[in-house]
């Protein structure tokens, strides 16, 4: 079954605040606002593009041609991001990733022969460099939960303004993890239930935390409560590059893929509480 586009009271594809929304026939919703780090809110900095630097590599699939297009159209007019292909399926989706390595996926949930949660899964093994976000309809809970499983590090409805898909685009490539508002009360409920099932379990359970270093262990709580590489280095008074090192040292040690999960790691482990 694919998404079907709900249409809202506005249909000419803005939102109440007159700003482009990311599909020419959106869902309504009432979030047209900002994402939200994992698990602590706030919009993602927007980053100038640095010139110099290679562009990010996108790949779109969703099997609305109109919402590809409009996509691609906003894309196609931003510095420092080129569109290296798009897919209508997952199975396509997958194959296209191979074949282009992308940066960043942008990807539906529900798409023909191979959904969008298990294209993720398989985009893990043949381009493990990709981060991938899901750009939706769906605000059922399971499909966010099977989506950071599946090594998302973003899940975004497809009530976003069109302006802030290049943002989160540059946000996910610099190590962001972004959540629509909506759902984050639901990710947070999910990683308080399994603190509370945890306490029930054996401590042989605990295999994760002993495995990183105190330093490494440092990051993870930052990385818990929703901080960026920009903003742990200035915690901790090392190089944003020190922190890339470290984030990609925890996710490797843990064999997990994005942020978000290295979160529910720091939860069962008790590095944040919830009251």
Do not use: C, W
């Not at 023909?112 to 985009?123: D, F, L, N, V, Y």
């Not at 409805?157 to 946000?171: C, F, G, N, T, W």
């Amino acid at each position: 079954m694919t998404d079907r586009p709900r249409m809202g009271p506005n249909a000419a594809g803005t939102t109440e605040a007159g700003k482009p929304s990311a599909s020419a026939h959106p869902p309504a919703g009432d979030d047209t606002g900002s994402r939200t780090l994992s698990p602590s809110a706030g919009t993602p900095p927007s980053e100038e593009p640095d010139p110099g630097a290679e562009p990010i590599r996108v790949l779109i699939a969703d099997d609305h041609a109109l919402f590809r297009r409009g996509l691609e159209m906003v894309l196609a007019e931003e510095e420092g991001i080129e569109l290296v292909g798009q897919a209508s399926d997952g199975a396509e989706a997958v194959q296209l990733a191979s074949e282009t390595v992308p940066d960043v996926v942008l990807m539906d949930i529900r798409m023909p022969k191979t959904s969008g949660i298990e294209a993720a899964r398989q985009m893990k093994e043949s381009a493990p460099s990709a981060k991938i976000v899901m750009l939706t309809i769906s605000d059922e809970e399971d499909d966010l939960f099977e989506a950071i499983r599946a090594g998302a590090s973003g899940y975004l409805l497809k009530d976003i303004p069109l302006d802030e898909v290049a943002d989160s685009v540059r946000a996910v490539h610099g190590g962001q993890s972004l959540i629509n508002p909506s759902m984050a009360g639901k990710l947070l409920t999910e990683f308080a239930t399994l603190a509370r099932r945890d306490e029930e379990e054996p401590p042989a359970k605990h295999v994760a935390a002993p495995k990183l270093t105190d330093r490494e262990m440092e990051v993870l709580r930052l990385v818990a409560r929703g901080m960026n590489n920009r903003d742990i280095a200035k915690e901790l008074f090392i190089s944003e590059n020190t922190v890339k090192n470290h984030v990609r040292n925890i996710l490797e040690k843990l064999q997990i893929h994005s942020r978000m999960e290295a979160v529910m790691i720091a939860v069962r482990e008790k590095l944040i509480e919830f009251s």
